[in-house]
């Protein structure tokens, strides 16, 4: 691309300035002398963060600034004549062609760390990845259709995100909801087995706190399972949390976070409003409204949609945010914490949502501080989750061991 003479560029892609609900941005500028530096839409003589406006959240925002300055520095200390952000990173959407998977898509074509976007469905596809391919953004978008290419959908892939399933239509029971979306996630998580085994998995399909057990389970039988690698995506719970706290407290909101451990359904999803930071007062009202509004939010898009979806464009949004926070962990940035549904031992339980930090072989560490010095309403909502989450765990491990898996 040529070089153009403009003042600024936003880094960490352009999904920055696009996908932020709010226009609240106050732009952090680091001017390089004679940095040409590329990502997405332009090449700029000066690297601009719009930090209120990106997934990222306050710290990860300082971060990604630090990273790609000390790599500006590091590649050429003396001409800093040429910066850009490595597109160099395979990702997979498995269900692109639905109401989460394209949005999706759309999300991560925007990264600068993508160099291929590997979109797969059972059908409908080939349209979605069209339209994507037309975006001006450095990745190049395949689309695979059907099982017979979900193999060359899956090899020399780094990422792959699941966001394949079916929501509950009228009828449906949830026993009929689990055993389809549970099938499904079973012979996807095969087929990554089989082509892509060292990828870092993530789990969007519900109910997360059975499939991230069926994943796991699968991935055992087929003798490649890496705990570090796989992830149940629980981020929208956060997303959310940080929203409403924001609004409740009328706080900027780059400045929220909110920590959500559990698991990623009902009960299960216990936000520690006491760990919000900045540090806020609630009172005990306040506190319960906001814990059942964050744990029912999903129920509360539904009803909005009046029966015509569900939250599609929200699990989006936070998806790609741990998507991206994924890439940067395995570009080399040693500062990114997300919360996600991984295997634990920090409590009972063999799978436990809490923060963690993400490094370039996966979960690095489980964040136990959170889980210190819990209020008692905190205590009780935790103790209260246990045997639920147990439950939906157990059932995830069982289906897969009345199905073996093929070797």
């Not at 003479?5 to 941005?25: E, K, W």
């Not at 978008?141 to 017979?148: H, R």
Request: hydrophobic share 40%; proline share 5%.
């Amino acid at each position: 691309m040529a070089a153009a003479t403009v003042n600024s560029l936003s880094v960490g892609s352009t999904l920055g300035s696009v996908v932020s609900p709010a226009s609240q941005s106050k732009a952090f500028a680091c001017n390089v002398n004679g940095i040409r530096s590329f990502s997405g839409l332009k090449a700029a003589s000066s690297v601009r963060f719009e930090t209120n406006s990106s997934f990222f959240g306050k710290e990860s925002s300082a971060a990604l600034r630090a990273a790609v300055v000390s790599k500006v520095q590091n590649n050429n200390p003396r001409s800093l004549n040429y910066v850009q952000p490595q597109a160099s990173y395979k990702v997979a959407v498995l269900g692109a062609g639905g109401g989460i998977g394209q949005p999706l898509a759309l999300l991560v074509k925007m990264s600068p760390l993508v160099s291929d976007l590997h979109l797969y469905d059972i059908a409908n596809v080939k349209g979605v990845a069209a339209d994507l391919s037309h975006c001006n953004t450095p990745s190049r978008v395949l689309d695979f259709t059907g099982a017979s290419e979900l193999a060359n959908c899956l090899k020399g892939v780094d990422v792959v995100v699941i966001p394949a399933g079916v929501p509950r239509k009228p009828g449906m029971t949830r026993d009929d909801l689990f055993n389809i979306n549970a099938s499904i996630v079973k012979n996807l998580v095969e087929a990554i087995a089989d082509n892509c085994p060292d990828a870092f998995i993530h789990i969007i399909s519900n109910p997360v706190n059975s499939t991230v057990p069926i994943a796991a389970e699968v991935l055992k039988q087929k003798g490649v399972y890496d705990p570090k690698k796989l992830f149940g995506v629980t981020t929208l719970d956060v997303v959310r949390a940080n929203t409403f706290v924001a609004e409740k407290k009328n706080l900027r909101l780059i400045d929220v976070d909110v920590p959500v451990i559990g698991g990623h359904a009902g009960i299960t999803i216990l936000p520690l409003l006491s760990k919000t930071k900045p540090s806020v007062t609630f009172t005990d009202e306040e506190v319960e409204k906001l814990t059942v509004r964050i744990q029912n939010a999903g129920t509360e898009v539904v009803e909005a949609k009046a029966g015509a979806g569900s939250a599609t464009l929200s699990m989006a949004y936070a998806a790609a945010r741990f998507v991206e926070s994924s890439l940067r962990a395995l570009d080399g940035d040693t500062d990114v914490y997300e919360c996600s549904f991984v295997q634990s031992n920090l409590t009972e339980l063999p799978f436990f949502a809490s923060r963690i930090k993400i490094g370039k072989n996966g979960v690095e560490a489980l964040i136990p501080s959170d889980l210190q010095g819990l209020t008692e309403y905190e205590q009780k909502g935790l103790e209260a989750l246990k045997e639920e989450l147990e439950a939906s765990i157990q059932k995830g491990v069982d289906f897969v061991q009345k199905q073996p898996v093929a070797a």
